[in-house]
T-cell receptor, first 113, second 112 residues
Framework: AQSVTQPDIHITVSEGASLELRCNYS??????LFWYVQSPGQGLQLLLK??????LVQGIKGFEAEFKRSQSSFNLRKPSVHWSDAAEYFC???????????FGKGTSLLVTP | DARVTQTPRHKVTEMGQEVTMRCQPI?????VFWYRQTMMQGLELLAY????????DSGMPKDRFSAEMPDATLATLKIQPSEPRDSAVYFC??????????FGDGTRLSIL
């Protein structure tokens, strides 16, 4: 069965600092990996996805993520965080691109001035 | 931008009452998902449909929950009778083919 672990429940970073959110997955075959962001009272918005090919994927809002098969990880990064990035971030895995997703429990990002 | 529309956005009712949540998927999307989000469990898949046919509803308590797609533009999730433990945010998502899912803004349900 697929599963996703986001080890950090909360992360606080200063505005302008770099960010890395961790995601580890458990799945026997090639995973299809996603990062979503959720602002308060809103639904989930797709930041980026990995299906195959280049292991470094670029997303919206300046985010990128790197797929590392040897570490079963798909960490999300941003070089310089903006206050508007404060939100809940979810990593998700699917066994095929269009199938239902298993989500991690989320990481809440707080950005300080 | 095309959006998944969920109604109502908020619902407060007493336990034992029937609750119906509605979802209008993005036009042309053939797969619709229902998720439930709670603090304790996070995001859980309840059910999903492809071309209006249920594919998987194993995450849904069968005795009180039911999900249907009366037509391609409407998906419903019903709870009868509702219980306080059903309090959560319920999300609908839709997708086309193998594209990623698009989420609605959710229905925040409180059962008193």
């Amino acid at each position: 069965a697929q599963s996703v672990t986001q080890p950090d429940i909360h992360i606080t970073v200063s505005e302008g600092a770099s960010l890395e959110l961790r995601c580890n997955y458990s799945y026997g075959a090639t995973p299809y990996l996603f990062w979503y962001v959720q602002s308060p009272g809103q639904g989930l918005q797709l930041l980026l996805k990995y299906f195959s090919g280049d292991t470094l994927v670029q997303g919206i809002k300046g985010f990128e993520a790197e797929f590392k098969r040897s570490q079963s990880s798909f960490n999300l990064r941003k070089p310089s965080v903006h206050w508007s990035d404060a939100a809940e971030y979810f990593c998700a895995v699917g066994r095929r691109p269009g199938y239902a997703l298993n989500f991690g429990k989320g990481t809440s990002l707080l950005v300080t001035p | 931008d095309a959006r998944v529309t969920q109604t109502p956005r908020h619902k407060v009712t007493e336990m034992g009452q029937e609750v119906t949540m509605r979802c209008q998927p993005i036009l042309g999307h053939n797969t619709v998902f229902w998720y439930r989000q709670t603090m304790m469990q996070g995001l859980e898949l309840l059910a999903y449909f492809r071309n209006r046919a249920p594919l998987d509803d194993s995450g849904m308590p069968k005795d009180r929950f039911s999900a249907e797609m009366p037509d391609a533009t409407l998906a419903t999730l019903k709870i009868q009778p509702s219980e306080p433990r059903d309090s959560a945010v319920y999300f609908c998502a839709s997708r086309d083919g193998e594209q990623p899912q698009h989420f609605g803004d959710g229905t925040r349900l409180s059962i008193l």
